[in-house]
């Protein structure tokens, strides 16, 4: 057997989590022993310190890490988060994530993903620019738009990466808007992308309905996380007319059986006012958000809410992760014994990198494209890669997780056999 040694990614727990679904995957696809061991590692990982000069004229020092799961398959390709529990084993369990991701999609992308341990809402516009800047300066040598790709994610946005765009082409000395996707549409971004996850999730989710023959007007949906990711499910669901029943964010949960009204919802929250204080619902203890009786469930903000203690409670009939890793390998088994219809995190968010492809060939070829393009395009792509997972599900009698997760895994083990080992 090939050894697969121990490291410093494995004290983490998202990243034990991403090699135990790894694991069964291998079993299930018989995925050679040595290709096994070198999906099983990082290819590359970079942690920096990056000081940062306070407006108050103190420097404050925060770790940074970027990690490149793959470079197998094309550039890595992921974001970038800003977020006090960012570590090591969780970007390298983002990373990995990304990988299967991207093959799933069919993008000539490999999995890569990036991190600063801090708190942005403690940061002002100017301290986050600089910390933005010195992260680029610090990972310069491993980043580039045949190398590596960085989009927004948790607490990072649109100008974060025009910000390590113009780093970026000031070093090179040329603008290089294809170092980064998620940018502002005047430097080269591409208009749908903000949405593109949000979007990607309900293509999904309607899918779904349709195939269990669910009526979109008859259902109700609870969204946790009302970010980038969860407030545009929101706004697309309710459009399709799904009832939003319940949402929560990190300020707290509110709920309105009736349902609540998002448009007028996402104009409250635009304003700075907490979610928890929205007229048009009442508020509910935050751990009772996931356990609401809905059709549909997304949890669209953080790793690992969905465990083997509450696993149980959940009163959903489809399970829709706008989130990276959710679901606990414990609680995966405990839904799947319960009949819970689930779209996994790998296919079920995976229009953001969609969307993320077309802006970087946009960026490339110089050749922009209109938003109808963009929307057409996400939802061919994941309407194939959705009927592709429920086909492998349906013959070989696998969950849609392991269906999606072995269509990943197998695709980078082709390439990774193909390329062969160097020297």
Same mark, same amino acid.
Request: aromatic fraction near 6%; hydrophobic fraction near 40%.
């Given at each position: 057997?090939?050894?697969?040694?121990?490291?410093?990614?494995?004290?983490?727990?998202?990243?034990?989590?991403?090699?135990?679904?790894?694991?069964?995957? &291998?079993?299930?696809?018989?995925?050679?022993?040595?290709?096994?061991?070198?999906?099983?590692?990082?290819?590359?990982?970079?942690?920096?310190?990056?000081?940062?000069?306070?407006? $108050?004229?103190?420097?404050?020092?925060?770790?940074?890490?970027?990690?490149?799961?793959?470079?197998?398959?094309?550039?890595?390709?992921?974001?970038?988060?800003?977020? +006090?529990?960012?570590?090591?084993?969780?970007?390298?369990?983002?990373?990995?994530?990304?990988?299967?991701?991207?093959?799933?999609?069919?993008? +000539?992308?490999?999995?890569?993903?990036?991190?600063? &341990?801090? $708190?942005?809402?403690?940061?002002?516009?100017?301290?986050?620019?600089?910390?933005?800047?010195?992260?680029?300066?610090?990972?310069?040598?491993?980043?580039?738009?045949?190398? $590596?790709?960085?989009?927004?994610?948790?607490?990072?946005?649109?100008?974060?990466?025009?910000?390590?765009?113009?780093?970026?082409?000031?070093?090179?000395?040329? &603008?290089?808007?294809?170092?980064?996707?998620?940018? +502002?549409?005047?430097?080269?971004?591409?208009?749908?992308?903000?949405?593109?996850t949000g979007r990607g999730v309900v293509f999904c989710i309607m899918q779904a309905l349709a195939e269990m023959e669910i009526d979109p007007a008859q259902s109700t949906a609870v969204v946790q996380g009302f970010g980038n990711v969860g407030s545009v499910t929101c706004l697309e669901l309710h459009a399709r007319g799904l009832k939003i029943v319940a949402v929560g964010d990190r300020a707290g949960a509110i709920a309105n059986p009736s349902g609540i009204d998002i448009p007028a919802l996402n104009q409250f929250v635009a304003t700075g006012r907490p979610l928890t204080e929205f007229p048009g619902a009442s508020e509910i203890a935050a751990d009772d958000l996931l356990t609401t009786p809905c059709t549909v469930l997304v949890p669209a903000a953080l790793e690992r809410v969905i465990h083997a203690q509450n696993a149980g409670l959940l009163r959903?009939?489809?399970?829709?992760?706008?989130?990276?890793?959710?679901?606990? +390998?414990?609680?995966?088994?405990?839904?799947?014994?319960?009949?819970?219809?689930?779209?996994?995190?790998?296919?079920?968010?995976?229009?953001?990198?969609?969307?993320?492809?077309?802006?970087?060939?946009?960026?490339?070829?110089?050749?922009?494209?209109?938003?109808?393009?963009?929307?057409?395009?996400?939802?061919?792509?994941?309407? $194939?890669?959705?009927?592709?997972?429920?086909?492998?599900?349906?013959?070989?009698?696998?969950?849609?997780?392991?269906? &999606?997760?072995?269509?990943?895994?197998?695709?980078?083990?082709?390439?990774?056999?193909?390329?062969?080992?160097?020297?």
């Amino acid at each position: 057997m090939p050894h697969v040694a121990s490291s410093i990614y494995d004290s983490s727990p998202i990243f034990r989590m991403a090699r135990k679904q790894l694991d069964a995957v &291998a079993g299930v696809v018989d995925l050679h022993p040595d290709v096994l061991a070198r999906m099983a590692m990082p290819k590359r990982a970079l942690l920096v310190s990056v000081p940062v000069r306070r407006d $108050d004229g103190h420097i404050d020092t925060f770790a940074g890490y970027r990690v490149q799961h793959s470079l197998t398959s094309g550039p890595s390709k992921g974001g970038l988060r800003y977020h +006090p529990a960012v570590d090591l084993g969780e970007v390298a369990a983002l990373s990995m994530w990304m990988s299967w991701k991207c093959a799933i999609m069919n993008l +000539p992308f490999s999995g890569g993903k990036g991190g600063i &341990a801090v $708190d942005p809402s403690t940061l002002s516009m100017g301290e986050r620019e600089r910390l933005t800047r010195r992260y680029t300066e610090e990972v310069l040598s491993i980043i580039g738009p045949r190398q $590596d790709v960085m989009a927004p994610d948790m607490g990072t946005d649109e100008q974060t990466m025009a910000w390590i765009m113009d780093t970026y082409s000031m070093k090179v000395g040329y &603008a290089c808007p294809e170092i980064v996707t998620g940018k +502002p549409v005047e430097i080269g971004g591409i208009t749908g992308r903000r949405e593109a996850t949000g979007r990607g999730v309900v293509f999904c989710i309607m899918q779904a309905l349709a195939e269990m023959e669910i009526d979109p007007a008859q259902s109700t949906a609870v969204v946790q996380g009302f970010g980038n990711v969860g407030s545009v499910t929101c706004l697309e669901l309710h459009a399709r007319g799904l009832k939003i029943v319940a949402v929560g964010d990190r300020a707290g949960a509110i709920a309105n059986p009736s349902g609540i009204d998002i448009p007028a919802l996402n104009q409250f929250v635009a304003t700075g006012r907490p979610l928890t204080e929205f007229p048009g619902a009442s508020e509910i203890a935050a751990d009772d958000l996931l356990t609401t009786p809905c059709t549909v469930l997304v949890p669209a903000a953080l790793e690992r809410v969905i465990h083997a203690q509450n696993a149980g409670l959940l009163r959903c009939r489809i399970l829709a992760e706008g989130a990276n890793g959710p679901t606990t +390998p414990e609680a995966d088994a405990i839904l799947t014994d319960s009949g819970i219809y689930i779209i996994p995190d790998v296919l079920c968010n995976a229009g953001g990198v969609t969307v993320s492809y077309f802006e970087w060939v946009q960026d490339l070829q110089q050749f922009m494209w209109t938003e109808d393009q963009v929307n057409q395009n996400l939802s061919k792509l994941m309407l $194939d890669a959705f009927g592709r997972v429920r086909a492998l599900a349906r013959s070989r009698s696998l969950s849609n997780r392991t269906a &999606a997760l072995s269509l990943g895994v197998q695709k980078v083990a082709r390439e990774m056999t193909r390329r062969g080992l160097f020297p």
